[in-house]
């Protein structure tokens, strides 16, 4: 035995412990950390400190109470975002926000997983849980996000196979991992679905005009296992049940927690906020029927179920409607599916068969394409 004994720094990590709070996601809490805002015990913080229940953490000068609980509050609620909000508290402009018609949670804040920009509608979720808000982001955990877009300008089969080759954007290369075309444009207007595995800012903008056309409507219809559903009006959000937030806690290698019970005059009082908050959204266009190359209904205003991987391509590819290839039976909002087999992201950093670059393992629902 060694006289010398191995000596382990205490605590945790201080971004880590912040995003447990709900204060932030850890990617976040990093930046506030290097700006000089989070201080600990009167000190200016750094990236890696470790803290314990005994430090006082500051963030612009204020103290953050501390209320550690056994288990971490892990609610997620996604929401179909209007065109003319932008994703941020508070805007100097006055312009309205995501948070506007979220409703407020009893503990924490809701932090939001990804951001549109202000003219990109859709699929946009929040959760009180900063390390789920973390992963879910987080590159290594290859959270693919499909988009429903219309392009006005001539589209060339030479341009869609450079655009899922990869272009040289400003911030360096850029692809989709599946594009499809879907019926439903007139003249140089035309409606794709394509897919993304990163969340960088107007990313799917960038490649199309990177092409020399012009991206006129677009609408993020998934995010990972979740799907955006028709029956989710613009303005309107829902909060996921429990074992929808199994499921996706699952997807990025994250034990399951139970959700806090909640009264049924809570619940109702819930529902009339939400019902009130949802005002009708001026300039709303109407559903757009689309089918893809299958022959198959599908909407641009819906996502669509997952179909398998293709054999030589990379990435998961635009999925198919959940309605076709699951049950008939409509879901409230958004449709979550289980993914069998999976092994839990995260859980081994290095797995002894690396997937290719854009694939997730076990994403295999659904019919083959034909």
Known sequence: MSEIEEIRP?????????????????????????????????????????????????????????????????????????????????????????????????EGRWINIGRLDINTTGLLMFTTDGELANRLMHPSYQMDREYAVRVRGEVTEEMIERLKAGVMLEDGPAKFTDIQEAPGGEGFNHWYHCVVMEGRNREVRRLWESQGVVVSRLKRVRFGPVFMTSDLPMGRWREMGQREVDILSEEVGLKPVALPEMKEKARDKLERMQRKAAKPVRGERPARTLRPANGSPASAEGGRGRASRQEQGRGTPVAERPAEVGKKRQRPGIELTERPGRKPAGADKRRSQPARDGQRPGFGRGRKPE
């Open 10 to 106: 205490a605590g945790e990590k201080l971004q880590k412990v912040m995003a447990r709070m709900g204060l932030a996601s850890r990617r976040e809490v990093e930046a506030w950390i290097t700006a000089g805002r989070v201080k600990v015990n009167g000190e200016v913080a750094t990236l890696g400190m470790r803290v314990d229940l005994h430090d006082a953490i500051a963030v612009d000068g204020k103290v953050i109470r501390r209320e550690e609980r056994a288990e971490t509050v892990r609610r997620v609620i996604i929401y179909n975002k209007p065109e003319g909000e932008i994703c941020t508290r508070d805007d100097p402009e006055g312009r309205p926000t995501v948070f506007d018609r979220l409703p407020r949670p009893r």
